[in-house]
């Protein structure tokens, strides 16, 4: 499986397993960046085109948070986050200290080195030292899929990073399986046919 073709399996299964997990974003419902195939059509309004204001997404996607839902808010490119500073820095990652509530927010973003002046930065290392965010920057297909299922589920704000330019290379993620024959949970690259290694020998 391809790094962007995992990000897109991590979204789908995370829309799959949680009826409170919601998707904003830019030109989402039409697959622009190759990872958001299909999802519009299998979840409706959960999916949502919004438009181009990145603070006024984040800003909604905190309001969301705080009202029992689990918004992804995928940003698409790393120097968008600056348009919205105050509603991460101010707010999503604030949240826990000022009023002890959880903020379970995604935000995907891509950083790509030959964009142009404007679309080129790679701001994680800034985000690093913002307490109360948490910034993962997954590298192969595996950590592309598991870290973007484990920061969905957070209860607090993580910043995703995916990198353009390992959006071809592949590599297999491994699903969290349940037994058919003793209830075993175990990890395997195959997710219709789950058997656990004990119960297929």
Do not use: W
Not at 118 to 137: A, N
């Amino acid at each position: 499986m391809k790094y962007g073709e995992a990000i897109r399996e991590a979204l789908y299964q995370e829309l799959k397993a949680d009826n409170s997990v919601v998707l904003f974003g830019e030109d989402i419902r039409y697959n622009l960046y190759g990872y958001t195939e299909g999802l519009y059509e299998e979840f409706g309004e959960r999916v949502i085109d919004v438009p181009l204001m990145e603070n006024t997404i984040v800003g909604m996607a905190v309001g969301a948070s705080l009202r029992g839902l689990r918004p992804i808010v995928d940003l698409t490119v790393a120097n968008f986050l600056y348009i919205a500073m105050d509603q991460i820095i101010n707010m999503a990652s604030k949240m826990r200290v000022m009023n002890g509530s959880s903020v379970p927010i995604t935000i995907m973003c891509a950083e790509m080195s030959d964009s142009g002046a404007q679309h080129s930065d790679s701001p994680h290392e800034m985000f690093k030292m913002i307490q109360g965010l948490k910034v993962v920057t997954p590298v192969t297909p595996t950590e592309a899929y598991d870290m973007l299922r484990e920061a969905v589920q957070d209860p607090d704000p993580v910043i995703y990073f995916s990198d353009r330019s390992l959006f071809y290379n592949e590599g297999n993620i491994m699903y969290d399986c349940k037994c058919n024959n003793c209830g075993e949970i175990f990890k395997s690259t195959e997710e219709k046919f789950p058997i656990c290694p004990t119960c297929s020998i």
